[in-house]
């Protein structure tokens, strides 16, 4: 699987971003998909991810009733819709695919590129 994310960018503190994260390669509608975002000097951290089927949508805390990630498999995409964005939600955003479960981040087995993602207050 090869994973190419985009979306990112630079957007004032309440506004709304849209990551996509498109997948070539192997079969993407057997793989978990998951959003992570990396803050200079600090640890990457899961984000939010998104079941093979669907049916299990984890969030981070932080996240949680502001970004919504979905999936549309005949794209082979898997979207992360930000809103209500704050300053502290900028980062480089990474999109990863992987066949086991949503966390740690050493359970995946693919990653994006990475999308910056700035906003100001």
């Known amino acids: 699987v090869q994973l190419q994310a985009s979306g990112g960018g630079l957007v004032q503190a309440g506004g709304s971003l849209r990551l996509s994260c498109a997948a070539s390669?192997?079969?993407?509608?057997?793989?978990?998909m998951g959003w992570f975002r990396q803050a200079p000097g600090k640890e990457r951290e899961f984000v939010a991810g998104?079941?093979?089927?669907?049916?299990?949508?984890p969030y981070a805390d932080s996240v949680k009733g502001r970004f919504t990630i979905s999936r549309d498999n005949a794209k082979n995409t898997v979207y992360l819709q930000m809103n209500s964005l704050k300053p502290e939600d900028t980062a480089v955003y990474y999109c990863?695919?992987?066949?086991?479960?949503?966390?740690?981040?050493?359970?995946?087995?693919?990653w994006g590129q990475g999308t910056q993602v700035t906003v100001s207050s």
């Open positions: 390669g192997r079969i993407f509608s057997s793989y978990n």
């Open positions: 990863a695919a992987s066949q086991k479960g949503f966390w740690p981040a050493a359970l995946y087995d693919y």
């Open positions: 998104i079941s093979w089927s669907g049916s299990n949508i």
